[in-house]
């Protein structure tokens, strides 16, 4: 990874970025907004945007495009007359029209409010009331007739060309009935750009404010820092509307003219990956499983192994696993939102992928930790990126300082109040350990603590990462507050599920994972010690309310699901216990 001095080279496709020596930070930043004049000044026709549409047609936007779609919808947006810096919408999937239209709010003086497209409808009407939104795009979305009755009557609503039918005003009605906006507008640094809401794994989400100033900083170093430029090439798949995913994706790319791809559907996945042949791969702890345990249905674990020890098929064996997955180009993979196991980071490493784990939040706009290429310590989320200040607070919460620190919480400075320090460190709700080296190492939430009968506390998180281990464990959740002894909540991969319906599957998984809750055991404290495995009939998913939309496990909900049946998983005397 570049150090400082090297931050402060740029390359001669874009203007010059002067960073301060003493922070890393930027001295004069360009705004997103002149970074799109940018590029459709200076190079038109270069590929930006690739959007599928099913039955294999894909539309591009060179970046002429580009600029000429946001000018136009600007103008239909400016013709609304709203009150300067008014609250816009965006609720769909990820499309090349995600992009266009947060542009085109930007650049018609307003602010982007991003939807996660899995809402339920109560929380889509608490997004849009408690923001104040008057217009919504709405996007590509698989469970709209839920979610419309979320949508305030006064809010005007547009659709993109893949919306669920509809009759609101669409994009290309748009785009014919209004001409290009001449005006190339700036935004100033401190004008809010977007009100990004938490996923809210612990409750109601918060409306996080960031401004121009803040993104650009942000997108700049994060590019700067990642060695990102034009020659890359990104896959866009998690939610636009997730803080990462609009860091790395959307503004890195438009700070350094990447294209970008997307996936059009969950089906068509991996032939949208082919066509992508990303060299920058972001995806959760969530995705790199499936990938693995994708792998590993097609070919075993130990078949793999051997083949793998053998010189002359090692390497056919890697590049075949590689094209498959679509990564045999990729060169930066990141991994966030929540830790991945270490069994995970060394079966990729062991094909040759080194997975840098990132560390971020909402309210620092994804801008804080990250692990160095060949300077990883497994474990670890890394050290702090350049501009980020970090220290533990006397109870070891992770306090974090970075260019890219929120405003505030939309309208509630008690809140905003609260999670400052005097000196203006954010405070994560983060549990942490920083080594000699400055690798910090996230131990838990604050907020996941829990208490046993016993009056002993219990972090979940370390449990949880050990019991990961195995290669069909697809989802744990350590629980059991005011239990004598934790209990182990379990997911089964689709392999495994498939398996069991044997009795002889079933019997050696029982032997394994009983092994292996006797190993976990071993190496935690007496009063962290799991009496039992119990493995759940349904999977945590978005739909349920198990997981939040960045597919973070929602322990509240999970608990509160099976709580009536602890004390008798707990007293069942079987190490694994069948829900």
Same mark, same amino acid.
């Given at each position: 990874?570049?150090?400082?001095?090297?931050?402060?080279?740029?390359?001669?496709?874009?203007?010059?970025?002067?960073?301060?020596?003493?922070?890393?930070?930027?001295?004069?930043?360009?705004?997103?907004?002149?970074?799109?004049?940018?590029?459709?000044?200076?190079?038109?026709?270069?590929?930006? #945007?690739?959007?599928?549409?099913?039955?294999?047609?894909?539309?591009?936007?060179?970046?002429?495009?580009?600029?000429?779609?946001?000018?136009?919808?600007?103008?239909?947006?400016?013709?609304?007359?709203? *009150?300067?810096?008014?609250?816009?919408?965006?609720?769909?999937?990820?499309? =090349?029209?995600?992009?266009?239209?947060?542009?085109?709010?930007?650049?018609?003086?307003?602010?982007?409010?991003?939807?996660?497209?899995?809402?339920? =409808?109560? $929380? +889509?009407?608490?997004? !849009?009331?408690?923001?104040?939104?008057?217009?919504?795009?709405?996007?590509?979305?698989?469970?709209?007739?839920?979610?419309?009755?979320? +949508?305030?009557?006064?809010?005007?609503?547009?659709?993109?060309?893949?919306?669920?039918?509809?009759?609101?005003? $669409?994009?290309?009605?748009?785009?014919?009935?209004?001409?290009?906006?001449?005006?190339?507008?700036?935004?100033?640094?401190?004008?809010?750009?977007?009100?990004?809401?938490?996923?809210?794994?612990?409750?109601?989400?918060?409306?996080?404010?960031?401004?121009?100033?803040?993104?650009?900083?942000?997108?700049?170093?994060?590019?700067? /820092?990642?060695?990102?430029?034009?020659?890359?090439?990104?896959?866009? &798949?998690?939610?636009?509307?997730?803080? =990462?995913?609009?860091?790395?994706?959307? #503004?890195?790319?438009?700070? *350094?003219?990447?294209?970008?791809?997307?996936?059009?559907?969950?089906?068509?996945?991996?032939?949208?990956?082919?066509?992508?042949?990303?060299? %920058?791969?972001?995806?959760?702890?969530? %995705?790199?499983?499936?990938?693995?345990?994708?792998?590993?249905?097609?070919?075993?674990?130990?078949?793999?192994?051997?083949?793998?020890? +053998?010189?002359?098929?090692?390497?056919?064996?890697?590049?075949? %696993?590689?094209?498959?997955?679509?990564?045999?180009?990729?060169?930066?993979?990141?991994?966030?939102?929540?830790?991945? $196991?270490?069994?995970?980071?060394?079966?990729?490493?062991?094909?040759?992928?080194?997975?840098? *784990?990132?560390?971020?939040?909402?309210?620092?706009?994804?801008?804080?930790?990250?692990?160095?290429?060949?300077?990883?310590?497994?474990?670890?989320?890394?050290?702090?990126?350049?501009?980020?200040?970090?220290?533990?607070?006397?109870?070891?919460?992770? !306090?974090?300082?970075?260019?890219?620190?929120?405003?505030?919480?939309?309208?509630?400075?008690?809140?905003?109040?609260?999670? &400052?320090?005097?000196?203006? /460190?954010?405070?994560?709700?983060? /549990?942490?350990?920083?080594?000699?080296?400055?690798? #910090?190492?996230?131990?838990?939430?604050?907020? *996941?603590?829990?208490?046993?009968?016993?009056?002993?506390?219990?972090?979940?998180?370390?449990?949880?990462?050990?019991?990961?281990?195995?290669?069909?464990?697809?989802?744990?959740?350590?629980?059991?507050?005011?239990?004598?002894?934790?209990?182990?909540?379990?997911?089964?991969?689709?392999?495994?599920?498939?398996? %069991?319906?044997?009795?002889?599957?079933?019997?050696?998984?029982?032997?394994?994972?009983?092994?292996?809750?006797?190993?976990?055991? @071993?190496?935690?404290?007496?009063?962290?010690?799991?009496?039992?495995?119990?493995?759940?009939?349904?999977?945590?998913?978005?739909?349920?309310?198990?997981?939040?939309?960045?597919?973070?496990?929602?322990?509240?909900?999970?608990?509160?699901?099976?709580?009536?049946?602890?004390?008798?998983?707990?007293?069942?005397?079987? @190490?694994?216990?069948?829900?």
């Amino acid at each position: 990874m570049p150090t400082n001095e090297a931050l402060a080279k740029r390359s001669s496709a874009s203007p010059a970025l002067t960073l301060s020596p003493q922070i890393g930070l930027p001295v004069e930043i360009q705004l997103p907004l002149e970074k799109l004049y940018y590029w459709e000044k200076n190079c038109p026709d270069k590929l930006y #945007l690739t959007q599928p549409y099913g039955d294999n047609k894909v539309v591009e936007y060179h970046w002429q495009r580009v600029a000429d779609e946001v000018r136009r919808v600007a103008s239909y947006l400016k013709s609304l007359r709203l *009150e300067p810096g008014t609250s816009i919408g965006i609720l769909s999937k990820n499309c =090349a029209h995600w992009i266009l239209s947060d542009l085109a709010i930007w650049m018609a003086g307003h602010v982007t409010v991003p939807l996660y497209p899995t809402l339920t =409808a109560d $929380s +889509v009407n608490q997004v !849009l009331e408690g923001s104040r939104c008057k217009v919504l795009f709405v996007g590509k979305l698989d469970d709209w007739e839920f979610m419309r009755v979320g +949508v305030p009557e006064q809010v005007r609503c547009l659709s993109y060309p893949l919306s669920p039918e509809n009759d609101f005003l $669409s994009w290309d009605e748009i785009l014919l009935s209004n001409d290009p906006m001449v005006e190339s507008p700036i935004r100033g640094l401190d004008e809010v750009s977007t009100i990004m809401y938490t996923s809210g794994t612990t409750g109601m989400p918060k409306g996080v404010v960031h401004t121009f100033g803040g993104m650009a900083i942000t997108a700049s170093n994060a590019a700067l /820092f990642y060695g990102i430029n034009g020659e890359d090439r990104m896959l866009s &798949f998690l939610p636009l509307s997730h803080v =990462a995913e609009r860091v790395i994706v959307e #503004l890195a790319s438009l700070y *350094e003219a990447v294209p970008v791809y997307f996936a059009d559907s969950l089906e068509s996945f991996r032939g949208d990956i082919q066509r992508a042949r990303p060299t %920058i791969f972001f995806a959760v702890p969530r %995705i790199w499983t499936k990938l693995q345990l994708g792998v590993l249905a097609d070919l075993s674990e130990q078949k793999l192994n051997r083949l793998l020890r +053998v010189p002359v098929f090692s390497r056919w064996v890697k590049r075949k %696993i590689l094209l498959a997955l679509g990564l045999d180009k990729a060169r930066l993979l990141l991994s966030g939102a929540a830790p991945l $196991s270490q069994n995970s980071l060394e079966w990729y490493k062991r094909l040759g992928i080194e997975i840098l *784990e990132v560390y971020g939040m909402t309210e620092n706009m994804a801008y804080s930790h990250s692990s160095r290429k060949g300077d990883q310590k497994v474990g670890y989320v890394g050290k702090s990126n350049p501009g980020v200040t970090t220290r533990l607070s006397e109870t070891g919460e992770v !306090l974090v300082k970075s260019p890219g620190n929120m405003v505030g919480y939309y309208q509630d400075p008690v809140k905003t109040a609260e999670v &400052f320090t005097e000196d203006h /460190f954010f405070k994560t709700g983060d /549990f942490g350990f920083i080594d000699n080296a400055g690798n #910090l190492k996230i131990t838990g939430r604050v907020n *996941e603590l829990f208490k046993t009968e016993k009056g002993k506390y219990v972090l979940p998180v370390p449990i949880e990462d050990k019991m990961l281990c195995h290669d069909h464990v697809e989802q744990v959740c350590v629980t059991g507050a005011n239990l004598s002894q934790p209990i182990c909540l379990l997911n089964l991969s689709l392999v495994a599920q498939e398996r %069991i319906l044997k009795a002889e599957y079933k019997e050696l998984l029982i032997k394994e994972l009983s092994s292996l809750l006797e190993q976990v055991n @071993s190496q935690i404290e007496k009063h962290e010690r799991i009496t039992c495995l119990v493995i759940t009939k349904e999977d945590w998913t978005v739909g349920n309310g198990c997981l939040t939309p960045t597919l973070k496990l929602k322990r509240n909900a999970i608990d509160k699901k099976y709580c009536d049946l602890f004390e008798t998983w707990s007293a069942s005397g079987e @190490s694994v216990v069948w829900e």
